[in-house]
């Protein structure tokens, strides 16, 4: 069955210094990794995928994500976390078996400290 | 608005009562998605629309739970006798075709509370 684990409930760091939300995945074939973000009371925005090609992958914001196949990871970055990026992250994976739904990690919490 | 409109946006009502929950898609997109949050979780599928068909009804809870899409556009999700444990933020995507490559963007949900 396909998952994803995002280990750490939340990460806190300081305004200016880089940032990594953890997210480490389980499918059965090549995978199609998502990384979203929810602030309060809102839906979840996409932020960037992986889908094939490069593994550093660019998105919306700033933020950029590591692929890493042997280590079965899909880690959000940013070099430079602004406290507007306080909110909940969340990594999901395509079901690849069955019409595309998403399965969602469970989310970490960044709280960015000015 | 050219994104996902879901609506209400809070609906109370008591146990036992009947809710209908409403996901505008966004223009063009054929395939349609409800998901459920509980409190401090991520979002759990529960049913994918492409075009008018339910191409997937699998995490449906129950029999009270039940979606539909005549159209091929807006979609309703209804729920029969409602329960306490139902109470959670239903979420609605939507995606234009792309063999599963397309992101899905997401209304701002439906906070739905049974009393």
């Known amino acids: 069955a396909q998952s994803v684990a995002q280990p750490e409930d939340q990460v806190n760091v300081a305004e200016g210094n880089p940032l990594t939300v953890k997210c480490t995945y389980s499918?059965?074939?090549?995978?199609?990794l998502f990384w979203y973000v929810q602030y309060p009371n809102r839906g979840l925005q996409f932020l960037l995928k992986y889908i094939t090609g490069d593994n550093l992958v660019k998105g919306s914001y700033g933020f950029e994500a590591e692929f890493n196949k042997s280590q079965t990871s899909f880690h959000l970055k940013k070099p430079s976390a602004l406290v507007s990026d306080s909110a909940l992250y969340f990594c999901a994976v395509r079901d690849a078996y069955n019409t595309d739904k998403l399965i969602f990690g469970t989310g970490t919490r960044l709280q960015v400290f000015p | 608005g050219a994104g996902v409109s879901q609506t209400p946006s809070n609906k109370v009502t008591e146990k036992g009562k009947y809710v209908e929950l409403r996901c505008d898609p966004i223009s063009g997109h054929t395939a349609l998605y409800w998901y459920r949050q509980s409190l401090g979780q991520g979002p759990e599928f529960l049913i994918y629309f492409q075009g008018t068909g339910a191409a997937d009804d699998s995490g449906l809870p129950n029999d009270r739970f039940f979606a539909v899409r005549p159209e091929g556009s807006v979609s309703t999700l209804k729920i029969q006798r409602t329960e306490r444990g139902d109470s959670a933020v239903y979420l609605c995507a939507s995606s234009s075709p792309g063999q599963g490559n397309q992101p899905q963007h997401f209304g701002d949900g439906t906070r739905l509370s049974i009393l």
């Open positions: 499918v059965s074939g090549n995978p199609y």
